[in-house]
Every structure is written in C-alpha cells, then in structure tokens.
C-alpha cells in the first residue's frame, strides 16, 4: 500500500540556519504530494502540494520538489525563524483516495 | 470565515464509558473527513463522507465506533464502549471535493481523548 517516511526529529536548529526535512514516500502510480504543518495548539494546514514530477511546491519560504527517480519530497527553507517551530507532515494521495500522512517531524527553532 | 469547529477539545472519561465527538465543517464543504492521530504519529483515516454518505469507512472499527452525518453537514463519532487504547486526538476536517483534487484538507483543532 502507499506509505510516507519522514525524518525522525525532532530537529533542533538555530534561528537562520538552513532546514531540511527529508521525505520518501511508496505508490502504486503517480501521487500528488504535500507538506502540512501543525503550529502549538493549532489545527493541520496545508504548506505546500505538487501534483507531477518535477513540479515544485512552495510557500511562506518553504519549498518542496516533487522527485519522482527518488520517490522523493523535501522540504527546505533558507532561514528558519522561531515562528517556524511546529510539527510537518509531509502526505500523499493517489487517484483521489485518502490522504496519506508521514508520522511528522517537530521542528524547534531557537533564537 | 469560520473554519472547522469540534467539541470537546479535551475528553477524561474512565474505560467502558461512552463518548462523543462533534464536527461543524466548513461551509460549503461536502467532503468530510475523521482522522485518529495516536501521540508521535500522523492522522490515519477513520472514515469519509460525501455529503452525507459514508463512502470509506474501511479504517472505523465498527464493533465500537460509530459515526454519523445527518443532512450532510455536521457530523458525529461516537465510541461505546471507549478502550485504553482509544486515548488519542480525533481529528475532523473539510473539503471542497476530494483530496484528489485539490489535495487541501482544512482541519479542526482537534478533540483529545484520554481513557482511564
């Protein structure tokens, strides 16, 4: 069946530095892609989505690019905050099934 | 524009109880969706509706959950009678059609169980 593996956390960096959230996922065909992220006390929301290979996703900073000869979905961004701190989802769906999620990576921020 | 509410955020009830949970989707949203997010871990599927028809629910463990969404806009999910390993957040969300499509599901925050 479908699946997604995210990297364990939770991450630690210093505010500015460069982020990384690794992200491989296994389909049948040809998924859509997507990072959600879920700040303290919030409700999940959609980050960033790409449908196609080589398509890239980006938002708030955030960027993601669909690799399909890696069944790849990082998520990167170039100088991390401290509003940044939350936990990432990284997800799939295929033929317009349910929402597949990764297991989630907190990310902490410090200043 | 509101966005999904549910009720109650926060649950303590002793094993063998019943219990409920509340979702009040977004307007216009007929795609609805519960999710059981276990602690350190993603939300899984419970079941989805169309409207008001259950169109999967292969995932809802039918001899004690039970989920309901009368005239296709709120929805219920009930547990009776809760176990111990029922302890987890209940996630309900919304979209305009299916995750296929626009891949953007609109959460609530969230109701936290807790067995004893």
């Known amino acids: 069946g479908n699946s997604v593996t995210q990297m364990e956390g939770p991450v630690t960096l210093s505010e500015e530095a460069f982020l990384t959230i690794n992200c491989t996922y296994t389909?049948?065909?040809?998924?859509?892609l997507f990072w959600y992220v879920q700040y303290p006390g919030e409700g999940l929301q959609l980050l960033l989505k790409a449908t196609k290979a080589d398509d890239k996703g980006s938002n708030k900073g955030f960027e993601a690019t669909y690799r399909k000869e890696t069944t790849s979905f990082h998520l990167e961004k170039g100088s991390v905050q401290v509003s940044d701190s939350a936990v990432y989802f990284c997800a799939l769906s295929e033929y317009g099934n349910k929402l597949v999620f990764g297991a989630g990576t907190i990310l902490r921020v410090k200043s | 524009e509101a966005g999904v509410v549910q009720s109650p955020r926060y649950k303590i009830i002793e094993k063998k109880q019943p219990v409920a949970f509340w979702c009040n989707p977004i307007s216009g949203h007929n795609t609805l969706y519960w999710y059981l997010q276990n602690l350190g871990q993603g939300p899984e599927l419970l079941i989805r509706?169309?409207?008001?028809?259950?169109?999967?629910d292969s995932q809802l463990p039918k001899d004690r959950f039970s989920a309901e969404r009368l005239k296709g806009v709120d929805s219920t999910l009930k547990i009776q009678p809760a176990e111990l390993g029922d302890s987890a957040v209940y996630l309900c969300a919304s979209s305009l059609s299916r995750t296929g499509d626009t891949g953007e599901l609109f959460f609530g925050e969230g109701s936290r169980l807790t067995v004893l």
């Open positions: 509706y169309e409207n008001e028809e259950a169109v999967d």
């Open positions: 389909a049948t065909g040809y998924p859509s």
